[in-house]
């Protein structure tokens, strides 16, 4: 008697967790089912991107916005998708849509969570150097910094706030404040000193526009050269001429091998070897054109 009212009680849970198994798969495929407006295309789109189409990533992104519009929470991918378009359109070089995605996505971030992330803060940063305009760079700049350290620690990996850092050295530069600039692009240096062998490189989204550690090299020997100091400058162009040597396999990545080749050449031309450096630039000219599919 007491091992059959056992067996029903053990019957009896096994139903229920049963029951409770199936609802949670079918909440789990009714969620999978609501974000799919968002993240078919979105990771489509990143594929893209990461294979050198960019002007079907620009196409995915927009989808995906498209479809976090539609979902009853989908800010977050909302702000994610508009970002990751105006990334797309930077690398591109197209700075007035890079310019007009990033706006549209930092208005949802400004109005919905002011923790959300550094991508949009520093991408419009970025942009504006690019333009030459660092007065309207610097809020975004400094606050993309400031964010980028709380996460590094999370990560564990300091190439982001390295890039962070050095953004406001290139900023302080063009302000005309040479000792700030010095010691923060000293600082991003410190910062990659750490690892073992040659410093990784980021290769996601947005390294079309990061200061990595060639062009961390490049900026620094540029700057002590005209400065005056041409020891100093000389020693770390050397530097960062063989870290560009040693930076490769970028051939899926157009828009990412030109800016390599651009500030590769920029440091053959700081290094006085004229001829190199416009065959370098002249190549790098022709990976953006076809990172923007000019050619």
């Known amino acids: ?10 019957l009896t849970l ?7 198994a199936a609802r949670a798969d079918s909440d789990y495929l009714e969620e999978k089912a609501l974000m799919e407006p968002f993240y078919g295309p979105y990771n489509r789109a990143v594929y893209a991107q990461l294979h050198g189409r960019l002007d079907e990533a620009c196409e995915l992104f927009a989808q995906a916005a ?3 519009r539609t979902m009853q929470h989908g800010w977050s991918q909302q702000y994610t998708a508009m970002i990751s378009l105006g990334a797309a359109y930077h690398a591109r070089r197209d700075f007035r849509q890079a310019e007009r995605y990033y706006l549209e996505g930092m208005a949802e971030y400004k109005i919905m969570h002011r923790e959300l992330g550094t991508a949009g803060l520093s991408g419009l940063g970025r942009l504006y150097l690019d333009r030459g305009q660092p007065k309207k760079a610097e809020p975004f700049i400094r606050e993309a910094r400031d964010l980028e350290y709380k996460e590094s620690g999370k990560r564990g990996d300091l190439t982001k706030l390295a890039a962070a850092v050095s953004d406001l050295g290139r900023l302080s530069e063009m302000l005309g404040e040479r000792k700030k600039a010095e010691i923060y692009y000293l600082t991003a240096l410190k910062m990659l000193a750490g690892y073992q062998g040659e410093p ?4 996601g989204l947005g390294a079309e526009q990061m200061d990595s550690y060639p062009i961390i090299l490049y900026r620094l020997g540029d700057f002590y050269q005209r400065g005056g100091d041409a020891a100093a400058g000389a020693r770390y162009l050397a530097k960062a001429l063989a870290a560009f040597d040693r930076w490769g396999g970028l051939e899926a990545r157009p828009a990412l091998k030109a800016r390599r080749l651009e500030y590769r050449g920029y440091t053959l031309r ?26």
């Open 14 to 20: 096994l139903l229920l967790c049963c029951a409770a």
């Open 1 to 10: 008697m007491r091992t059959g009212l056992i067996t029903k009680t053990l």
């Open 200 to 203: 990784p490189i980021h290769a």
């Open 66 to 68: 498209e479809g976090a």
């Open 270 to 295: 700081a290094l006085g070897r004229k001829a190199e450096a416009a065959a370098e630039l002249k190549e790098a000219g022709r990976q953006y054109r076809l990172a923007a599919f000019k050619e």
